[in-house]
């Protein structure tokens, strides 16, 4: 068989399936809402990561449904301590690692590193810390699961919360739309550190996904994924459309998918021709209340993002200079 | 199978409450959550595995022949397996009272 | 061979921690922590002490990182004061609930507001309940000691908790004192490498921080209550161990000038050094007065408070923390409490001192014996005093 890389997953189509890796590290007995896809992001993102992997994870919608004493649905070594902190949890084991590996008590390779937060524990409340392990470096990948609330304590309004959502703290109402701010844009906060790479992804393209978190915990130094993870309960959608949704953001521009590999972002998944915003918006009870303006407000931004993300993508130059070589010999 | 929560004893609490089977939640039945289960029509199934990789239970399994089912302790019924699947030969079928 | 050296407390609490070995600090400048960690940078800077130094973003996350550190399988240290104690709150019920034995030095700060970086009790006694082991040293070599022991202490398989050796802030940890080293050999032959009981190893893979449903969260804290209180033992094991090693004795509750004496007054931290020359004075003067010294916190020592009051008439408690709208300062309300059982027990009087870095000079105990004195043979007039305020 060729080397399994995104080339081939494309090459044997719908059959490249059959190449994935058939272990499960995020086990069924997992206490999810029914079509949970930030579950099936798990599941695949674990899968990616491997065994020798140990995750550090925040509390939230993923922690509650897994971690309830005596049960665990995780199969990699995992911890979780607090909401906020989960990226300086996984510098302290990155560091412990490494020295413990440095003074040779260490057998082997250091496990990789993994933290894992929802999009409140990222973009508000873990913010800091998350920032702080970024820009010390530490050899880690720090995925966000996005399902855009807080959806675990009943679905209230997160930074991440796209424009006019309706949520249990962004009603909408006579003097409301829903939520009134444009989602916080994490991927360039991240990029703004200066790290080796950070990536949007989504488990509606499966081996995109797979494939950017295999690389990004190959990556010496620190690496983030932004995962958009459908919820059917928080989204008020239809159990069974959430890889359809998935892959509906994607089609529509809403939820581009790229890489900013050093600096220097390219699309992974190239839509061609976006389709209508309503097309997303239409199958979810969160946006039932938007009148035609206020799409058509969603559509000119989305388009926007999406053509500032196209001249990105085409720029000459990286976001930060590459980090020059110390000099030798001189 | 781990014991009910009530039977536990302080002094049984492992040190920091580590748990250290992984992947025990396999005992924890979600199976009984659901209103519908997948059937595939095996004839029709070209054994791709698309409705392997979307299920966010884990819940599909492979049998002999390279065909695919459901471990129904662990389906919740969401039906994403059946919208997904590219030749359309998994239906959702309503459980029986 | 143990040597003699003129040092700042701070540096010695460095030396003492690069003693121990250990291998990962995770900390944040917060005043008057930062010598400990400022030399402690240097010493990994140099080569001397082979540690990872991660300089965090903020307490939470340095003692959220000492989790990870400690979780990873490495010997963990951190400093902090004050606000930056308050910071770390929240986490430090859950590093102690996982049983991860990082040790930590409080340089003992008041806690804003208003703002003040000087020194009392009120940043300790806000994590009164935390549920890790608390120490409380008063000079230079106590701070060197403890600061070694904790190690022994927190790491020992039937303990497993995490310890805080508080010093107070800029009157302890930024004076030069004259004190006693211990070498590398002792010490190493003292405190073995660190080897965990329970960490994350793809090997050996383990779920840590399970929630815990009402049917078994008050099991979990049992199980806490127990371990904190039973680490005792290990305690007095590891200060006698260190005693034989180096002729110093510690104690959970520790004496000056007791014998005999009807009136007590009961002391934290360096302070006690001041209250030993009231008591000189007044013992000179004729009265029946001593010092008790409170210098294990937690697990609390019931019965060795209980022994030390022996005969006792009546208990000043001197704290340096108030409890606003409550019974006083903490350390009264627990030694009132633990005392009431006793009979016949002692008075038991509430004074709280030296707040926000005021200072208390010898006279001003002995200005508290006297007044306690009075009070004490009629119904007292407030629920508690404090002392020295103006207006």
Known sequence: ?????????????????????????????????????????????????????????????????????????????WIHVAFENTAAVASGLEAGYKILARKGKLPGRPPKVVAMAGDGGTSDIGLQALSGAMERGHDFTYICWDNEAYMNTGIQRSSSTPYGAMTTTSPPGKRSIGQATWK?????????????????????????????????????????????????????????????????AVETGVFPLYEVVDGRYHLTIDIPKLRPVKDYLKLQGRFRHLREPEIDFIQRQVLAHYDLLLKKCEAPYPEFPPLSQTEEGE | MTKPLEDFTWQEIELGGILREPGSARDYKVGDWKSQHPVWTKSHCIRCGVCWTVCPE???????????????????????????????????????? | MAKRVGIEVSLAVSHAVQLARAEAIAAYPITPQTHIVE?????????????????????????????????????????????????????LFIASAMRFPIVMTVANRALSGPLSIWNDHSDIMAARDIG???????????????????????????????????????????VVEAL????????????????????????????????????????????????????????MKVWQEWGQLTGRAYHPVEHYK?????????????????????????????????????????????????????????????????????????????VRSVLYPVVPHPKVLGYVIGLGGRDVPPEAFKEIFFQAQAE???????????????G
């Open chain 1, 1 to 77: 068989m060729d080397k399994f890389d995104v080339a081939s997953s494309q090459k044997y189509d719908v059959y490249a399936s059959r190449l994935l890796p058939k272990e499960e590290y995020f086990v069924g007995g997992h206490r999810s809402c029914q079509g949970c896809g930030e579950a099936l992001a798990v599941r695949w993102v674990c899968k990616a990561i491997g065994k020798d992997a140990v995750i550090a994870h925040a509390t939230g919608c993923m922690e509650i449904v897994s971690s309830g004493f005596p049960q665990t649905a995780w199969v990699q070594p």
């Open chain 1, 184 to 248: 916080k844009n994490m991927v360039a906060i991240a990029v703004a550190h200066g790290i080796p790479y950070v990536a949007t992804a989504c488990p509606s393209y499966l081996f995109d996904l797979y494939f950017k978190v295999k690389r990004a915990v190959e990556t010496p130094g620190p690496a983030y994924i932004h995962i958009l993870s459908v919820c059917p309960t928080g989204w008020r959608s239809a159990t069974d459309l959430t890889v359809r949704l998935g892959r509906l």
């Open chain 2, 58 to 97: 884990g819940a599909i399994i492979e049998e002999e022949g390279g065909y695919f089912d459901v471990n129904l302790d662990y389906c919740k019924g969401c039906g994403i397996c059946a919208r997904e699947c590219v030749i359309g030969c998994i239906s959702m079928v309503t459980e029986e009272e």
């Open chain 3, 39 to 91: 030399h402690l940078s240097s010493l990994v800077a140099n080569g001397d002490l082979e540690a990872e130094f991660i300089n965090v973003e903020s307490e939470h996350s340095a003692i959220s990182a000492c989790i990870g550190t400690s979780a990873a399988g490495a010997r963990t240290y951190t400093a902090t004061s004050s606000q930056g104690l308050a910071l770390m709150h929240e986490i």
């Open chain 3, 132 to 174: 890790w082991i608390q120490v409380f040293v008063q000079n230079g070599q106590e701070a060197f000691d403890h600061s070694i022991m904790a190690f022994k202490i927190a790491e020992h398989r039937r303990v497993l908790l995490p310890m805080i050796v508080n010093l107070d802030g800029f009157i302890l940890s930024h």
């Open chain 3, 180 to 235: 006693e080293f211990a070498d590398q050999d002792t010490v190493d032959r003292f405190l073995p490498p660190y080897s965990p009981w329970h960490q994350l190893d793809p090997k050996k893979p383990v779920t840590m921080g399970a929630f815990g449903m009402p049917e078994v969260f008050a099991e979990f804290k049992m199980k806490h209550q127990v371990t904190l209180m039973n680490s005792y033992d290990q305690i």
């Open chain 3, 258 to 334: 007791t014998d005999g004496a009807k009136i007590l007054l009961l002391t934290m931290g360096c302070l006690s050094e001041v209250a030993e020359i009231a008591v000189d004075e007044l013992r000179a003067a004729g009265q029946p007065v001593g010092l008790l010294k409170l210098r294990l916190w937690r697990p609390f020592p019931f019965a060795a408070l209980r022994e030390a009051v022996y005969g006792a008439e009546l208990v000043i408690v001197c704290d340096r923390a108030l409890s606003v709208g409550g019974a006083g300062g903490p350390v009264l309300s627990e």
């Open chain 3, 376 to 390: 004490a043979e009629q119904e007292p007039s407030e629920e508690f005093y404090m002392y020295g305020v103006r």
